[in-house]
Each structure stands twice: as structure tokens, then as C-alpha cells.
């Protein structure tokens, strides 16, 4: 048990005929029902505390239609399609021509699309994604935010072509990463 001493102590009395001395006691405070009461408080915070709530990116998916050539018809000038690569690499390329491909970083990835905003229709731009096995999760995530710094509103994350990633592979071998 836990108690506090507050006897006085080694004070200097008169001694003498007729004095009597009278003897101290010490105040003893049982601390144990604070431990208890401390422990109750914690309790009861845990459990009426609300957790956070997840939350999540909204994703719209396009609607199902009978033939599949027919789904997210686009015009091809209006679309840049951004694959990420290894090393923080952004090859891009407009249209659907990959062998027109270009390389920039994630520091100038904004004014491309940006850029191609500008000359696009709002209603036709669409930003394809496309992450090669190579590029890190973060990258990803990045480029995401990205999209949504730049409010682009129609952009679609698919998987990269076999043609196309080697025509990443060989961009990197020429350029000796």
C-alpha cells in the first residue's frame, strides 16, 4: 500500500517543569483507492471513445454494355497514357502510338498533364495509368494523388501491355538504368 508521511520532525521544543511534551502522530493517507479510481477513468475513456473510421478512395466503375470494343469509347488524341517504371521513371506517350513514348520524372508529370488538359476537351481527356511490375507502390499512390491535385476526372488505372513494357525495358537499357 502506498502512504505519505507528513510527521513534522525535528522540531525544538522547551524543556523544562511543567511542559509536557505532546506526542506526534503521523497522518497516514492510503493512496490505493486513487490506483483504483485511475484505472476506472482509463476504462471508461477506452470505451466510450469513438475509433476513426477508415476511409477510402471513391471509384467509379464504368456500366456493364454488350459488346466490350464499345465500353469507354474515347477519342484517341484526347488521351495520355502514363507508365510508371522503375527508379521513379514516368515514360508517356499521347494517343495510342506507344512507340511515340517520352520520359519525365514525378517533378514535371504536372505540367504534362496539365498541359494536355489544356488542349483536350474536358469531356474527351482521359489519363490512362499503367504501373509496370517495376514501379514501387508508393509510386503509384503518388501518381493517383496526382490525378486528383490536377482534377482530372475521367482517368483509368489497367495493366500494361507486354509490348509496352518492353519498350520501357529498352528506353532504360539505351539510357543505361
Do not use: W
Not at 470505451?47 to 471513391?58: I, K, L, V
Not at 488538359?117 to 474527351?124: A, F, L, Q, S, V
Request: glycine share 6%.
Amino acid at each position: 500500500m502506498a502512504e505519505m508521511d507528513t510527521s513534522g520532525g525535528g522540531g525544538k521544543h522547551k524543556k523544562g517543569p511543567g511542559v509536557k511534551k505532546g506526542k506526534k502522530l503521523s497522518t497516514r493517507v492510503d493512496l490505493t483507492p486513487m490506483c483504483d479510481l485511475g484505472f476506472l477513468l482509463i476504462t471508461f475513456f477506452i470505451f466510450t471513445t469513438t475509433m476513426s473510421q477508415p476511409t477510402a478512395m471513391r471509384m467509379f466503375l464504368p456500366k456493364d454494355v454488350k459488346n466490350p470494343e464499345e465500353q469507354n469509347k474515347v477519342k484517341n488524341s484526347a488521351v495520355i497514357t502514363l507508365m510508371l517504371g522503375k527508379n521513379d521513371k514516368i515514360y508517356y506517350y499521347e494517343g495510342d502510338d506507344p512507340t511515340k513514348m517520352l520520359q519525365t520524372t514525378f517533378k514535371k508529370v504536372r505540367d504534362i498533364v496539365l498541359d494536355k488538359k489544356r488542349r483536350t476537351d474536358p469531356k474527351d481527356f482521359v489519363v490512362v495509368l499503367k504501373p509496370t511490375q517495376d514501379a514501387s507502390y508508393k509510386n503509384t499512390v503518388n501518381i493517383l494523388d496526382e490525378m486528383t491535385i490536377d482534377e482530372v476526372k475521367r482517368y483509368a488505372m489497367v495493366d500494361i501491355s507486354p509490348t509496352e513494357y518492353q519498350l520501357i525495358q529498352k528506353t532504360e537499357a539505351a539510357n543505361g538504368g
